[in-house]
Nanobody, 122 residues
Framework: QVQLAESGGGLVQAGDSVRLMCRAS????????MAWFRQAPGKDREFVVL???????QYADSVKGRFTISRDNAKYRVYLQMNNLKPDDTGVYYC????????????????WGQGTQVTVSS
């Protein structure tokens, strides 16, 4: 069953901006936490940002000041605005959701999208 679905990735140059979108169901959108993770080839899945139902957010240090998470409550959409992209941002980006306080650990999230590839060239 597909609960989350990402889109918007592609091949871009360093310094470019991209906005990713995650389509959520009514159920997953209203879970306690929505988050974005990414995974580069040969590396573990890495926390990027999470957003709580109270509106507060937590960002990885590597993306703070460049990435922004937001929601469209009417359409059950969550977005990741990525500015000033760097080659190290390259990877498959996943949206995820869970109840409780899953934090930065991917194994704590119950729902995942299929991922969208973002490749940043230098």
């Amino acid at each position: 069953q597909v609960q989350l679905a990402e889109s918007g990735g592609g091949l871009v140059q360093a310094g470019d901006s991209v906005r990713l979108m995650c389509r959520a169901s009514a159920h997953t959108f209203n879970l306690d936490v929505m988050a974005w993770f990414r995974q580069a080839p040969g590396k573990d899945r890495e926390f990027v940002v999470l957003n709580n139902r109270d509106g507060s957010s937590q960002y990885a240090d590597s993306v703070k000041g460049r990435f922004t998470i937001s929601r469209d409550n009417a359409k059950y959409r969550v977005y990741l605005q990525m500015n000033n992209l760097k080659p190290d941002d390259t990877g498959v980006y996943y949206c995820a959701a869970s109840n409780g306080e899953p934090g930065v650990y991917p194994n704590s999230y119950n729902y995942w999208g299929q991922g969208t590839q973002v490749t940043v060239s230098s």
